[in-house]
């Protein structure tokens, strides 16, 4: 299994329109082949930082929700709210 932490920083003004969005389209990435949970987390003394977690069977499932049109749109609207670029990391679960 896999595990995919992204860390993002939003601009302090958009942090409520990306949690509000962020649970617009949540259930959307739930259902998505190969996901076996998403959590969001929202840094206590940052709250402009939030990561998100989420599990996966294997690396073919993350990638092949990397290159949906799901992702796409829903990365093209966060990327728009971001105060720098997000970083990713993609570990596996021993």
Not at 29 to 48: C, F, R, T, W
């Amino acid at each position: 299994m896999i595990l995919r932490l992204v860390k993002m920083e939003f601009r302090s003004e958009e942090i409520d329109n990306f949690m509000t969005y962020f649970y617009t389209i949540q259930s959307k990435i739930e259902a998505m082949p190969g996901l076996v949970s998403l959590k969001i987390y929202q840094d206590i003394d940052h709250p402009n930082i939030v990561f998100t977690h989420s599990i996966w069977l294997s690396s073919d499932f993350l990638n092949n929700y990397r290159k949906s049109d799901t992702f796409k749109i829903i990365w093209t609207n966060t990327k728009k709210l971001f105060a720098m670029d997000a970083n990713a990391w993609s570990l596996n679960l021993k």
